[in-house]
C-alpha cells in the first residue's frame, strides 16, 4: 500500500517568515496529494490540494509544489501569521476501490512572535 | 451543508469495556471512512465503506473492532473489549462524487481507556 513520509517533525518560525513542509510517497499511482491544518482538538480542515495533472497550485498565502517524478511535494506558508500554528498533514490518493487517504505524520508548526 | 456528526466527543472507559462511536455523514455523501488518530500522530484508516458495502477494513483490529452502515447513511464503529492502547480520537470522514479524494471530516470522538 502507499506510505507517506512528512519531514519535519516541528517547525518553528519567526512570524511574518516563510515555512516549507515536504512529503514524499511511494504509489505511483498516487494522483491527489491534499494538506490538512488541525488545531488543537479540532478536526482535520482542508486548506489546499493538488492533483497529478499540474505542477503547482497557489492559494493567497499557501502554495503546493508536486514533482511526481520525485514523488514529493510541498507546501509553502508566506509571511506566517500566529494563527498559522498548528499541526500539518500531507496526505496521497491512489482512486480506485479502496481509496482511503494516507496520511503523513504531521509536521507541529509554531509562529514565534 | 450540514458537516459530518459524530458522538459522542468524548468517552472515558475501563479496558475490557465496550465502547460505541456513531457518525452521520454529509448528505448524499456515498463514502464513509473512520480513521484512528493516536496523539501526535496522522489519522489512520480503519474501514471504508462505500454506500453500506465495505470496500477496505485491513486495517481494521478484527478480534476487537467492528462497524456497520446497515442502510447506507450512519454508522456505528464498536470497540469490545476495548485495549489501552485504543485510546485515540475516532474520525468518520465522508467524501461524495463530485471530488474524488477530497475528505470531510467530523469533530472526532475523544476515546480514553484506563
Known amino acids: 500500500g502507499e506510505n507517506v513520509e512528512q519531514h519535519p517533525s516541528t517547525l518553528s518560525v519567526q512570524e511574518g517568515d516563510s515555512a516549507v513542509i515536504k512529503c514524499t510517497y511511494s504509489d505511483s499511482a498516487s494522483n491527489y496529494f491534499p494538506w490538512y491544518k488541525q488545531e488543537l482538538g479540532k478536526r482535520p480542515q482542508l486548506i489546499i490540494d493538488i492533483r497529478s495533472n499540474v505542477g503547482e497550485k497557489k492559494d493567497q498565502r499557501i502554495a503546493v509544489t508536486l514533482n511526481k517524478t520525485a514523488k514529493h511535494f510541498s507546501l509553502h506558508i508566506t509571511e506566517t501569521q500566529p494563527e498559522d500554528s498548528a499541526v500539518y498533514f500531507c496526505a496521497a490518493w491512489t482512486g480506485g476501490g479502496a481509496d482511503g487517504l494516507t496520511f503523513g505524520k504531521g509536521t507541529h508548526l509554531i509562529i514565534q512572535p | 451543508e450540514a458537516g459530518v456528526a459524530q458522538s459522542p466527543r468524548y468517552k472515558i472507559i475501563e479496558k475490557r469495556q465496550s465502547v460505541a462511536f456513531w457518525c452521520n455523514p454529509i448528505?448524499?455523501?456515498?463514502?464513509l471512512y473512520w480513521y484512528q488518530q493516536i496523539l501526535g500522530q496522522g489519522p489512520k484508516l480503519l474501514i471504508q465503506?462505500?454506500?453500506?458495502?465495505?470496500?477496505?477494513d485491513s486495517q481494521l483490529p478484527k478480534d476487537r473492532f467492528s462497524a456497520e452502515r446497515l442502510k447506507g447513511v450512519d454508522s456505528t464503529l464498536k470497540i469490545q473489549p476495548a485495549k489501552l492502547e485504543d485510546s485515540a480520537v475516532y474520525l468518520c470522514a465522508s467524501s461524495g462524487a463530485r471530488s474524488a479524494g477530497e475528505l470531510f471530516f467530523g469533530e472526532g470522538s475523544r476515546l480514553t481507556v484506563l
Open positions: 465503506f462505500q454506500n453500506n458495502g465495505v470496500v477496505d
Open positions: 448528505s448524499g455523501h456515498a463514502t
